[in-house]
C-alpha cells in the first residue's frame, strides 16, 4: 500500500530550527509516513546552516533568494515553485510553521490545490494587521485555510477560539522552537569569549518595520551602555540581509569592545544566550528561548504576539526608543535587585514534546495510529 505522503515546507532559519525537531520526529514513523522536507529558498546560507544543526538538508530546494528581494517577489517565486512541487508530489498534508512569506504561500498553495494544511505555531496574534509586518498578516491568513491549528500555548489557543475556528481542529502542543532548544541547550556558554572576564550583552535585530531609523536608534542605545560599563562586551550575531549588516556597522563597526560576528549555527547561539547577561533583540524565537535560560530580554519592538514571556517576567517590550533602550538596560545592568526580578528560568512556550503531540495529530488525521503525548496546558 501506497504511504500518505506529508510535505514539511521551511523557508527561513526560524522555521527550520522549529520545524526540524517536527521533520526529526515523524521519520521515526516512516515506515507509516513518508515526510519530505521543502525549502522554499526564501533563505539561503541562514537556513542551510539551521538545518544542518539538525543534520538536515532540503529534499526539494525551490532556491528562490535574492538580494534584496521584494515581499511580492518572494510571493509569486515561492508560490509558483511550490505549485508544481505539488502538482508531481501529490501530497496527502502539507504542514508549514509561523508566520513568513513562505507559511502564507504553503498555506495559499495548499488551499489553492485542496490539500489539507496544518499550522505549526498557530494562534499568534497582535491586535494591528500592521505589526509585525507583514507577519501578522500571514499568521491570520494560515489561519484561515489551516485543517489543523497547532497553537504552542492556551493564549494562542483562545486568540484561535475568539476568531470563531472549530475547536475539535485546535491543539496546544507547546512551542517546537523548546524542542529545538532542549535538543541542542545542554551546552554551557563557556567557549565564548573566555578570555572576557566581564559580562555580554547580546543584540540581534533584523524585523524589516525596525529597517532604518529604527535600528539606527537602537544601535545608538547599545553602543551608550557599552561606553556607560566598561566590562561589557556587545557581541552582535548580524543578520545576513545587506541593508541590516550595513547599518550596524557604520554605528558599532569600530569599537574595541563591540565584536559584530556572522551569525553563529543554532548550535552554537545556544550558548552563546546562556553564556549572555543581557539579550536586546527584535527576534520572536530568541524572546521565546531566552526565558528558557532565565536570561531577561529587551524586546525591541512596540507589540508582541508572544506576552507570555512578558507576564513571566523576563521580557520586557521597550520599543525602539533610544532612551528608553538604554535607560531600560542601564537599570537591568546597575542594579542587582531589578536584574534578579527579571532572571529567572520559566517556560511559559513549552516542556520539549511539541513535536510529538503534533507527529500524534498529524499521523491520526491521515488515519494512522501512533503514541498519544498529552496535550500541553
Ligand atoms: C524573514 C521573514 C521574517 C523572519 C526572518 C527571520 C518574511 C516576510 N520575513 O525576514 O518573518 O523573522 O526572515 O530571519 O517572511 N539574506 C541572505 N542570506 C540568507 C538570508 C537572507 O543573504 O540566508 C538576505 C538577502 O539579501 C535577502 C534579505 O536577507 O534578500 C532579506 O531576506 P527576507 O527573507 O526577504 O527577509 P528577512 O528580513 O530575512
Ligand atoms: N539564531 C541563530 N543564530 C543567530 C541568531 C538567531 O541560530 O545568529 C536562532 C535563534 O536561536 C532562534 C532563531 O534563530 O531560534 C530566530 O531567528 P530570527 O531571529 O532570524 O527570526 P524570528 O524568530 O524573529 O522570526
Same mark, same amino acid.
Given at each position: 500500500?501506497?504511504?500518505?505522503?506529508?510535505?514539511?515546507?521551511?523557508?527561513?532559519? &526560524?522555521?527550520?530550527?522549529?520545524?526540524? &525537531?517536527?521533520?526529526?520526529?515523524?521519520?521515526?514513523?516512516?515506515?507509516?509516513?513518508?515526510?519530505?522536507?521543502?525549502?522554499?529558498?526564501?533563505?539561503?546560507?541562514?537556513?542551510?546552516?539551521?538545518?544542518?544543526?539538525?543534520?538536515?538538508?532540503?529534499?526539494?530546494?525551490?532556491?528562490?533568494?535574492?538580494?534584496?528581494?521584494?515581499?511580492?517577489?518572494?510571493?509569486?517565486?515561492?508560490?509558483?515553485?511550490?505549485?508544481?512541487?505539488?502538482?508531481?508530489?501529490?501530497?496527502?498534508?502539507?504542514?508549514?510553521?509561523?508566520?513568513?512569506?513562505?507559511?502564507?504561500?504553503?498555506?495559499?498553495?495548499?488551499?489553492?490545490?485542496?490539500?489539507?494544511?496544518?499550522?505549526?505555531?498557530?494562534?499568534?496574534?497582535?491586535?494591528?494587521?500592521?505589526? =509585525?509586518? =507583514?507577519?501578522?498578516?500571514?499568521?491570520?491568513?494560515?489561519?484561515?485555510?489551516?485543517?489543523?491549528?497547532? &497553537?504552542?500555548?492556551?493564549?494562542?489557543?483562545?486568540?484561535?477560539?475568539?476568531?470563531?475556528?472549530?475547536?475539535?481542529?485546535?491543539?496546544?502542543?507547546?512551542?517546537?522552537?523548546?524542542?529545538?532548544?532542549?535538543?541542542?541547550?545542554?551546552?554551557?556558554?563557556?567557549?565564548?569569549?573566555?578570555?572576557?572576564?566581564?559580562?555580554?550583552?547580546?543584540?540581534?535585530?533584523?524585523?524589516?518595520?525596525?529597517?532604518?531609523?529604527?535600528?539606527?536608534?537602537?544601535?545608538?542605545?547599545?553602543?551608550?551602555?557599552?561606553?556607560?560599563?566598561?566590562?561589557?562586551?556587545?557581541?552582535?550575531?548580524?543578520?545576513?540581509?545587506?541593508?541590516?549588516?550595513?547599518?550596524?556597522?557604520?554605528?558599532?563597526?569600530?569599537?574595541?569592545?563591540?565584536?559584530?560576528?556572522? =551569525?553563529?549555527?543554532?548550535?552554537?547561539?545556544?550558548?552563546?544566550?546562556?553564556?549572555?547577561?543581557?539579550?536586546?533583540?527584535?527576534?520572536?524565537?530568541?524572546?521565546?528561548?531566552?526565558?528558557?535560560?532565565?536570561?531577561?530580554?529587551?524586546?525591541?519592538?512596540?507589540?508582541?504576539?508572544?506576552?507570555?514571556?512578558?507576564?513571566?517576567?523576563?521580557?520586557?517590550?521597550?520599543?525602539?526608543?533610544?532612551?528608553?533602550?538604554?535607560?531600560?538596560?542601564?537599570?537591568?545592568?546597575?542594579?542587582?535587585?531589578?536584574?534578579?526580578?527579571?532572571?529567572?528560568?520559566?517556560? &511559559?512556550? $513549552?516542556?520539549?514534546?511539541?513535536?510529538?503531540?503534533?507527529?500524534?495529530?498529524?499521523?491520526?488525521?491521515? $488515519?494512522?495510529?501512533?503514541?498519544?503525548?498529552?496535550?500541553?496546558?
Amino acid at each position: 500500500m501506497l504511504k500518505p505522503r506529508l510535505l514539511c515546507v521551511v523557508g527561513t532559519r &526560524p522555521e527550520a530550527i522549529k520545524v526540524s &525537531p517536527v521533520v526529526l520526529e515523524l521519520r521515526r514513523y516512516s515506515d507509516v509516513i513518508e515526510t519530505i522536507l521543502v525549502s522554499t529558498g526564501q533563505h539561503r546560507e541562514m537556513l542551510a546552516q539551521a538545518l544542518g544543526a539538525f543534520g538536515l538538508q532540503p529534499d526539494e530546494d525551490l532556491d528562490i533568494m535574492q538580494h534584496g528581494q521584494t515581499l511580492s517577489q518572494v510571493t509569486s517565486r515561492a508560490l509558483e515553485g511550490l505549485d508544481a512541487l505539488i502538482e508531481r508530489l501529490k501530497p496527502s498534508m502539507i504542514l508549514a510553521q509561523g508566520d513568513t512569506t513562505t507559511t502564507f504561500v504553503a498555506a495559499l498553495n495548499s488551499f489553492y490545490r485542496r490539500t489539507p494544511f496544518g499550522h505549526i505555531e498557530a494562534g499568534l496574534r497582535t491586535d494591528t494587521i500592521d505589526n =509585525p509586518f =507583514p507577519e501578522e498578516f500571514n499568521r491570520r491568513a494560515a489561519g484561515l485555510v489551516a485543517d489543523l491549528h497547532f &497553537p504552542p500555548t492556551q493564549w494562542a489557543a483562545e486568540n484561535l477560539i475568539k476568531e470563531g475556528k472549530d475547536t475539535a481542529k485546535i491543539f496546544v502542543t507547546g512551542n517546537t522552537g523548546i524542542d529545538a532548544v532542549l535538543a541542542t541547550g545542554h551546552k554551557e556558554g563557556g567557549e565564548w569569549y573566555p578570555e572576557h572576564e566581564g559580562r555580554i550583552v547580546l543584540l540581534t535585530t533584523h524585523r524589516r518595520e525596525n529597517w532604518g531609523e529604527p535600528q539606527q536608534r537602537i544601535a545608538r542605545a547599545a553602543l551608550k551602555l557599552v561606553d556607560e560599563f566598561s566590562d561589557i562586551l556587545l557581541v552582535v550575531p548580524m543578520h545576513k540581509n545587506p541593508q541590516v549588516r550595513e547599518l550596524l556597522t557604520s554605528i558599532l563597526g569600530s569599537h574595541e569592545r563591540i565584536k559584530l560576528i556572522e =551569525p553563529p549555527d543554532y548550535a552554537e547561539f545556544v550558548p552563546l544566550m546562556k553564556r549572555s547577561t543581557l539579550i536586546l533583540s527584535d527576534s520572536g524565537g530568541v524572546q521565546e528561548e531566552a526565558p528558557a535560560f532565565g536570561i531577561p530580554v529587551l524586546v525591541l519592538r512596540d507589540t508582541t504576539e508572544r506576552p507570555e514571556g512578558v507576564k513571566a517576567g523576563t521580557a520586557k517590550l521597550v520599543g525602539t526608543d533610544e532612551e528608553r533602550i538604554y535607560d531600560e538596560g542601564r537599570k537591568l545592568l546597575s542594579s542587582q535587585v531589578a536584574y534578579d526580578k527579571m532572571a529567572h528560568a520559566v517556560s &511559559p512556550y $513549552g516542556d520539549g514534546a511539541a513535536s510529538a503531540r503534533i507527529r500524534y495529530v498529524v499521523l491520526n488525521f491521515l $488515519g494512522i495510529d501512533s503514541p498519544q503525548v498529552k496535550m500541553w496546558e
